[in-house]
T-cell receptor, first 113, second 116 residues
Framework: GDSVTQMEGPVTLSEEAFLTINCTYTATGYPSLFWYVQYPGEGLQLLLKATKADDKGSNKGFEATYRKETTSFHLEKGSVQVSDSAVYFCALSSNTGGFKTIFGAGTRLFVKA | EAGVAQSPRYKIIEKRQSVAFWCNPISGHATLYWYQQILGQGPKLLIQFQNNGVVDDSQLPKDRFSAERLKGVDSTLKIQPAKLEDSAVYLC??????????????FGSGTQLSVL
């Protein structure tokens, strides 16, 4: 079945460091890919998405490119801030089984001042 | 625009007791989801409704969990009887329900359940 695998955390970085959180997926059909973020004390919210191969999703300085050849959707940010500290979830939605959205296990990011 | 509303925010029960959670999705959203998020794990889909019909409940433990969506709007998720391993955050989400793969999900704040 469809699945999402993302790098284990926690990831601890200093402010202004470069961030990469790896995400790979397994899916039949042509899924859309997402990154959701959960800030401390808040609910999950969509960060960015890409709906087809080679699409790049971007928001708030974060980027991720849909790579069909490597079945990956890695999240990157050039310069993290303390306010980026959160849990990041990679997710996919495929057109099999009723368009359900499947999430990875999440990666916790700590950014130190 | 009002978000997805869930209640209660927290619930503590003893094993073998029953519990119910309530969700009010964003107005006009046809699709409603219940996810279970165990500490340290990603959300796991329990059940997905399209209006008041069930689209997917393949991971719902039907011997103890039940869910309904009255008139295609509000939804309740019930656990009876609860087990220790049911301790988790129960998330409700909704989406427009356009039957595509690029649907954005809107999440509520969740109900944190502790089973003692």
């Amino acid at each position: 079945g469809d699945s999402v695998t993302q790098m284990e955390g926690p990831v601890t970085l200093s402010e202004e460091a470069f961030l990469t959180i790896n995400c790979t997926y397994t899916a039949t059909g042509y899924p859309s890919l997402f990154w959701y973020v959960q800030y401390p004390g808040e609910g999950l919210q969509l960060l960015l998405k890409a709906t087809k191969a080679d699409d790049k999703g971007s928001n708030k300085g974060f980027e991720a490119t849909y790579r069909k050849e490597t079945t990956s959707f890695h999240l990157e940010k050039g310069s993290v801030q303390v306010s980026d500290s959160a849990v990041y979830f990679c997710a996919l939605s495929s057109n099999t089984g009723g368009f359900k959205t499947i999430f990875g296990a999440g990666t916790r990011l700590f950014v130190k001042a | 625009e009002a978000g997805v509303a869930q209640s209660p925010r927290y619930k503590i029960i003893e094993k073998r007791q029953s519990v119910a959670f309530w969700c009010n999705p964003i107005s006009g959203h046809a699709t409603l989801y219940w996810y279970q998020q165990i500490l340290g794990q990603g959300p796991k889909l329990l059940i997905q409704f399209q209006n008041n019909g069930v689209v997917d409940d393949s991971q719902l433990p039907k011997d103890r969990f039940s869910a309904e969506r009255l008139k295609g709007v509000d939804s309740t998720l019930k656990i009876q009887p609860a087990k220790l391993e049911d301790s988790a955050v129960y998330l409700c989400a909704s989406s427009l329900g356009g039957r595509g793969t690029n649907e954005k999900l809107f999440f509520g704040s969740g109900t944190q359940l502790s089973v003692l």
